[in-house]
């Protein structure tokens, strides 16, 4: 009885060994799976957004090659650099009218910002907001400072009074080469977002910070300043949440996140397919370790028996002949 309850103990931890082992398998087949899936769901936010902002961008520039043409632009601004207050107002007048119907139609593009700046770094003209002026720029603006100090093209994202926009900021020179200032044309990010949604499908939110969100995992993740993407459980089905930290002009500080719900019927059929493996595995362990327990009771009883009946013949000194007749 001993004998049959120690070898029961055997089988019961090999079985639950294997059952372990082959628990950490299916785990681990199943988590490779999932997170190929998470990462194409963060690929696609990512390209999406990168997409976007690489059309408007050159949007911005085709019209950036409008003004560099703009015999007028050139003159005018070459004319206030050192015109007083009052000769300045005229000539941002006779900017505002001039430029106004490009304006409109970049506007119309989604363009919210478009504004000149002269080389003291004093806004000259807003186009869009014309009764705002004579405020420095480049003290609170990376991409207006950038072109300030080398005279080249710069642009990203940046906050705003208002909101958030992507900022495209260019120099400005004179016939001569010589930079007399500098101009802007900016997106905002709601317009950045309506093109994901009406190009891609992808709608997306955005919120700035950390504080709504109180799953310490998410913020250990979001902390990374990588896309990423994670998945949960719901009645209606597996819900994927990914997210898109979204860097500033200068690279150095994240302002937001971007992110997308969305559902995947592949990580609910990956994780369908593994409760089935488990329990296939359950039943495939159970009884191979059973039908094995019973095999080994047998030899176990079988063993037994023989080393009785040999003692009784040996303490009997009788023998055994076994005759096969055919």
């Known amino acids: 009885m001993k004998k049959n309850l120690k070898t029961r103990a055997v089988f019961l931890i090999l079985f639950l060994f294997s059952m372990a082992i082959s628990l950490n398998i299916n785990i681990s087949?199943?988590?490779?799976?999932?997170?190929?899936?998470?990462?194409?769901?963060?690929?696609?936010?990512?390209?999406?957004?990168?997409?976007?902002?690489?059309?408007?961008?050159?949007n911005a520039i085709s019209t950036s090659s409008i003004i560099y043409q703009d015999e007028i632009v050139i003159e005018t601004i070459k004319q206030a650099l050192n015109s007083d207050e009052k000769t300045q107002k005229i000539l941002r007048e006779a900017l505002q009218n001039h430029?106004?119907?490009?304006?409109?139609m970049i506007k119309s593009e989604g363009v919210v910002s478009f504004h000149f700046v002269l080389p003291n770094r004093l806004s000259f003209l807003r186009v869009h907001q014309p009764q705002k002026y004579g405020d420095n720029i480049s003290?609170?603006?990376?991409?207006?400072?950038?072109?300030?100090?080398?005279?080249?093209?710069?642009?990203?994202l940046e906050d705003g009074v208002f909101n958030t926009s992507f900022r495209h900021v260019f120099p400005l020179f004179d016939e001569d080469n010589i930079y007399i200032g500098?101009?802007?044309?900016?997106?905002?990010?709601?317009y950045i977002r309506k093109l994901m949604k009406d190009i891609d499908d992808i709608e997306t939110k955005f919120f700035y910070g950390l504080d709504s969100i109180s799953n310490l995992e998410?913020?250990?993740?979001?902390?990374?300043?990588?896309p990423f993407s994670v998945y949960k459980e719901m009645e209606s089905g597996i819900k994927v949440f990914s997210y898109l930290p979204l860097y500033n002009a200068k690279g150095d500080k994240i302002l937001g996140?971007?992110?997308h719900e969305s559902t995947s019927d592949y990580i609910e059929n990956i994780l369908e397919r593994e409760k089935n493996k488990i329990f296939l595995s359950f039943i495939t362990l159970f009884v191979f370790f059973a039908l094995l327990y019973r095999l080994t009771i047998y030899q176990q009883n079988l063993a037994k028996e023989r080393e009785r009946f040999q003692l009784a013949i040996d303490s009997s000194n009788d023998g055994i002949w076994d005759w096969k007749i055919d």
């Open 29 to 58: 087949n199943k988590n490779q799976e999932v997170v190929k899936e998470l990462d194409k769901k963060s690929k696609l936010i990512s390209q999406s957004y990168n997409a976007v902002t690489y059309e408007i961008t050159q």
């Open 99 to 104: 430029l106004s119907p490009l304006y409109e």
């Open 139 to 156: 003290s609170e603006r990376f991409t207006y400072d950038r072109v300030y100090r080398i005279n080249e093209e710069s642009f990203g």
């Open 182 to 190: 500098a101009f802007e044309i900016s997106y905002s990010l709601d």
């Open 218 to 226: 998410l913020k250990e993740k979001i902390k990374d300043g990588k």
């Open 257 to 259: 996140y971007l992110t």
